[in-house]
């Protein structure tokens, strides 16, 4: 039985339908999505399918959750209210234990801190309070050389720089982006999920590998002592899964900043349209000078966390070199692990957000953002030719 897909898309953007449809048609029949797109602040690509899938059904979007984290750090440095840098000592003592007392805050944010995690990992409990984080890292030694190599700091890097925020301001980094960025500009991208939304949520299905890909699961190096069982927080005493995790109605009502968001691929990529354009008359978030610094390629090289290739602008990821290469220089934005995609391009003035409900294969953004975000530029670009 073939999904029906439902939504609408702007003049132009009809290629992007069929794509959609297409790869929907090759998936398994329960898969649920949603795909958004903002081009200069308007809407230009609104689909969702599935059964059960609305428009406004929301998501766990995982590290999709750090854009907008890492928004709210792009707004205090725009105001003067952060300094990029400053030692994180000038904010926040107590981080100078055990080594990190030269670190500054562009290199705490661009993932440098060798901070993934701590010796005994952190409870479930914990996991879903970014303040008790902090205060369980402050007295971590790091596990590289701080500024001298940068690892994905996958549960815990919302969580370093949100106490920077709370030191600064006095506020929490959840109120200052309900105030300044989700209530302003309607955005379905909770950072806290009110208990009123909860029946739209839908919850995180696990991951349904073919036996080919559970073989590259299986054969992915696991031991408990790596940084990558560190950073994920794998090691500790009864973690739980990333499914539990973002099932977790604790974890949904803090909305820790690192990866417990949730959202409509609508929210995110509004959210993105409204950091670099106009949307519905209201001034873009980010002046040209701050868009052009995050989306700055910080570090690029070897993660020694992810064991591979990755690139970092200031919290975010430098899409383009990260995962599309056809996108513009200084592209930013952030994946999920259950395969949710957001950024901004601001090169073309595109927004982009995606959610699906089942994870997918093999963690990150999923496959399938190769083709829709392909479709969506190219419709983007030649949309912009002929109106010019």
């Known amino acids: 039985m073939t999904q029906e897909i439902h939504g609408t898309v702007a003049a132009g953007f009809e290629a992007v339908r069929e794509e959609f449809a297409a790869f929907v048609a090759g998936e398994l ?36 959750t750090k854009g907008a984290a890492h928004l709210v750090v792009a707004l205090l440095v725009q105001d003067g209210t952060l300094e990029l840098d400053r030692k994180v000592t000038y904010y926040w003592p107590e981080f100078a234990a055990e ?15 060798g901070l993934v995690g701590t010796d005994a990992g952190f409870t479930t409990e914990e996991l879903s309070d970014d303040r008790a984080m902090a205060e369980r890292l402050a007295d971590q030694k790091p596990f590289w ?42 955005l379905d991208f909770h950072l806290g999920l009110p208990a009123a939304l909860e029946p739209r949520f839908r919850s995180v299905q696990p991951m349904a ?28 005493e009864g973690p ?10 604790t974890v949904r009502a803090k909305g820790p900043a690192s990866a417990g968001g949730v959202a409509a691929a609508r929210g995110l ?6 950091a670099i354009s106009e949307v519905d008359e209201k001034a873009p978030l980010l002046k040209p000078d701050t868009i052009a610094e995050v989306g700055q390629i910080h570090s690029v090289g070897y993660d020694l966390v992810a064991r591979a290739h990755r690139s970092y602008g200031l919290g975010f990821q430098a899409t383009a070199d990260t995962w599309h290469p056809f996108l513009g220089a200084g592209a930013f934005g952030h994946s999920g692990a259950g395969g949710s995609q957001a950024f901004a391009d601001p090169r073309s003035g595109l927004a982009y957000g995606y959610t699906r409900r089942r994870m997918a294969f093999p963690g990150g953004a ?22 010019h």
């Open 99 to 113: 080594g990190k007392g030269t670190l500054t805050l562009r290199d705490l944010i661009s993932h440098r801190a």
């Open 366 to 387: 999923a496959p399938e953002n190769n083709q829709l975000v392909k479709a969506v530029h190219t419709a983007a670009l030649t949309t912009a030719t002929r109106q």
């Open 269 to 274: 990529a509004r959210m993105y349209a409204a």
């Open 29 to 64: 029949p329960d898969y649920e999505g949603q795909l958004c797109a903002y081009v200069h602040g308007r809407r230009v690509v609104d689909l969702w399918a599935g059964d059960g899938a609305e428009a406004d059904s929301l998501y766990g979007v995982y590290s999709s």
């Open 145 to 186: 050389r701080p500024g001298s190599a940068f690892g994905y700091h996958a549960l815990v890097i919302g969580a370093l720089t949100g106490e920077v925020v709370r030191r600064a301001t006095g506020r929490s980094l959840q109120e200052i982006y309900e105030e300044r960025i989700r209530a302003p500009y309607g």
């Open 240 to 249: 739980g899964t990333l499914v539990d995790y973002a099932n977790s109605r």
């Open 209 to 236: 590998p073919t036996p080919k890909q559970q073989a590259i699961l299986d054969a992915a190096p696991t031991g408990p002592h790596t940084l990558a069982s560190i950073a994920f927080n794998a090691h500790a």
